[in-house]
Nanobody
Framework: RVQLVESGGGSVQAGGSLLLSCTVSGVSLSGYHMAWFRQVPGKEREGVAV???????VYAASVKGRFTSSKDYGKNALMLQMDSLNSEDTAMYYCGAAWRPLKPLETSEYIYWGQGTEVTVSS
């Protein structure tokens, strides 16, 4: 059984940092594209960062230069370091796993999902 479990969310002031983790069981990280998405009430889930099966990362324009995502193969976990946070980063953050997606930042490509971890940034 495949499970993705996010952790590390919380409340932080604008300009602060958080480190999110997505612990994966049931599959190996090396065979999948792993991604972070976020969603606020009333809006669609949007792609934030993707790490492909070679370990290369792609970021949404809104977070590029502030967020860094990587795979920790020792822990079989996907990480998201978030720096210089602002109020627009407030959302529920989800991790997902996909098998060689054609459009890596689109939710429809992802077959496994975690339950999410909440991030609140206050100004």
């Amino acid at each position: 059984r495949v499970q993705l479990v996010e952790s590390g969310g919380g409340s932080v002031q604008a300009g602060g940092s958080l480190l999110l983790s997505c612990t994966v069981s049931g599959v190996s990280l090396s065979g999948y594209h792993m991604a972070w998405f976020r969603q606020v009430p009333g809006k669609e889930r949007e792609g934030v960062a993707v790490v492909d099966d070679y370990g290369s990362s792609v970021y949404a324009a809104s977070v590029k230069g502030r967020f860094t995502s990587s795979k920790d193969y020792g822990k079989n976990a996907l990480m998201l370091q978030m720096d210089s946070l602002n109020s627009e980063d407030t959302a529920m953050y989800y991790c997902g796993a996909a098998w060689r997606p054609l459009k890596p930042l689109e939710t429809s490509e992802y077959i496994y999902w975690g339950q999410g971890t909440e991030v609140t940034v206050s100004s």
